[in-house]
Protein backbone atom coordinates (compact mmCIF):
# COMPACT_ATOMS: atom_id res chain seq x y z
CA UNK A 1 0.00 0.00 0.00
CA UNK A 2 1.33 3.59 -0.87
CA UNK A 3 -0.21 6.51 0.16
CA UNK A 4 0.32 9.90 -1.18
CA UNK A 5 -1.10 12.89 0.84
CA UNK A 6 -1.26 16.54 -0.67
CA UNK A 7 -2.92 19.54 0.34
CA UNK A 8 -0.42 20.94 3.14
CA UNK A 9 0.99 25.13 2.96
CA UNK A 10 0.95 27.84 5.32
CA UNK A 11 -2.23 29.44 6.46
CA UNK A 12 -3.26 32.48 9.08
CA UNK A 13 -5.32 31.58 12.45
CA UNK A 14 -8.68 30.63 12.23
CA UNK A 15 -7.78 29.95 8.30
CA UNK A 16 -8.81 26.25 6.46
CA UNK A 17 -7.08 23.54 5.12
CA UNK A 18 -8.13 20.60 3.43
CA UNK A 19 -5.17 17.48 3.41
CA UNK A 20 -6.33 14.38 0.92
CA UNK A 21 -4.54 11.45 0.72
CA UNK A 22 -4.88 8.63 -1.91
CA UNK A 23 -3.63 5.17 -1.60
CA UNK A 24 -2.36 2.84 -4.52
CA UNK A 25 -1.12 -0.59 -4.59
CA UNK A 26 -2.44 -3.71 -3.12
CA UNK A 27 -5.38 -2.38 -1.71
CA UNK A 28 -8.16 -4.83 -1.55
CA UNK A 29 -9.33 -4.12 1.48
CA UNK A 30 -8.76 -1.53 3.51
CA UNK A 31 -9.74 -0.66 6.93
CA UNK A 32 -9.28 2.17 8.65
CA UNK A 33 -7.88 5.23 7.47
CA UNK A 34 -6.32 8.50 9.06
CA UNK A 35 -4.22 11.13 9.97
CA UNK A 36 -1.38 11.65 12.47
CA UNK A 37 0.89 14.62 13.18
CA UNK A 38 4.02 15.43 14.51
CA UNK A 39 5.38 18.62 15.75
CA UNK A 40 9.02 19.27 16.02
CA UNK A 41 10.46 17.96 19.66
CA UNK A 42 7.02 16.61 20.06
CA UNK A 43 5.40 12.67 19.59
CA UNK A 44 3.67 11.55 16.86
CA UNK A 45 -0.07 11.97 17.57
CA UNK A 46 -3.69 10.98 16.62
CA UNK A 47 -5.53 13.61 14.97
CA UNK A 48 -8.25 11.72 13.59
CA UNK A 49 -9.55 8.07 12.25
CA UNK A 50 -12.27 6.74 10.54
CA UNK A 51 -13.12 2.96 9.26
CA UNK A 52 -14.13 1.36 6.37
CA UNK A 53 -17.64 2.09 7.46
CA UNK A 54 -17.28 5.50 8.48
CA UNK A 55 -16.79 5.47 12.23
CA UNK A 56 -14.52 8.51 13.00
CA UNK A 57 -12.49 9.63 16.31
CA UNK A 58 -10.68 12.16 16.88
CA UNK A 59 -8.03 13.74 19.38
CA UNK A 60 -9.36 15.74 21.62
CA UNK A 61 -7.06 18.97 20.65
CA UNK A 62 -9.29 19.19 17.30
CA UNK A 63 -12.36 17.88 17.97
CA UNK A 64 -14.74 20.60 16.69
CA UNK A 65 -12.55 22.15 14.34
CA UNK A 66 -11.61 19.04 11.86
CA UNK A 67 -13.86 16.50 9.81
CA UNK A 68 -12.34 13.34 8.24
CA UNK A 69 -13.66 11.72 5.85
CA UNK A 70 -13.36 8.70 2.77
CA UNK A 71 -14.13 7.61 -0.17
CA UNK A 72 -13.97 4.02 -0.07
CA UNK A 73 -14.38 4.00 -4.40
CA UNK A 74 -11.36 6.03 -4.71
CA UNK A 75 -9.43 5.03 -1.77
CA UNK A 76 -8.97 8.19 -0.41
CA UNK A 77 -9.18 9.99 2.97
CA UNK A 78 -9.87 13.61 3.51
CA UNK A 79 -9.26 15.91 6.68
CA UNK A 80 -11.04 19.01 6.61
CA UNK A 81 -9.35 21.81 9.34
CA UNK A 82 -11.21 24.59 10.31
CA UNK A 83 -10.26 27.16 13.04
CA UNK A 84 -6.46 26.47 12.89
CA UNK A 85 -4.38 27.36 15.49
CA UNK A 86 -0.77 27.71 15.78
CA UNK A 87 -0.41 24.66 17.87
CA UNK A 88 -1.61 22.96 14.73
CA UNK A 89 1.21 23.13 12.92
CA UNK A 90 2.75 19.87 12.26
CA UNK A 91 4.08 17.52 9.85
CA UNK A 92 0.95 15.57 8.54
CA UNK A 93 0.48 12.04 7.91
CA UNK A 94 -1.66 9.69 6.71
CA UNK A 95 -1.57 5.91 7.87
CA UNK A 96 -4.00 3.15 6.13
CA UNK A 97 -4.40 -0.04 8.02
CA UNK A 98 -4.91 -3.64 6.13
CA UNK A 99 -4.64 -6.89 7.23
CA UNK A 100 -3.65 -5.51 11.07
CA UNK A 101 -0.97 -3.50 9.61
CA UNK A 102 0.14 -0.21 9.34
CA UNK A 103 0.95 2.14 6.32
CA UNK A 104 2.29 5.81 6.57
CA UNK A 105 2.81 8.05 3.82
CA UNK A 106 4.95 11.20 4.16
CA UNK A 107 4.24 13.84 5.58
CA UNK A 108 2.46 16.99 4.30
CA UNK A 109 3.73 20.54 5.98
CA UNK A 110 0.91 22.55 7.83
CA UNK A 111 1.73 25.60 9.30
CA UNK A 112 -0.02 27.89 10.67
CA UNK A 113 1.36 31.57 11.58
CA UNK A 114 0.44 35.14 10.64
Known amino acids: VQLQASGGGLVQPGGSLRLSCAASGTIFIIGAMGWYRQAPGKQRELVAL???????SYGDSVKGRFTISRDNANNRVYLQMNSLKSEDTAAYYC?????????WGHGTQVTVSS
Open 95 to 103: KAVRDGIDY
Open 50 to 56: ITRFGSA
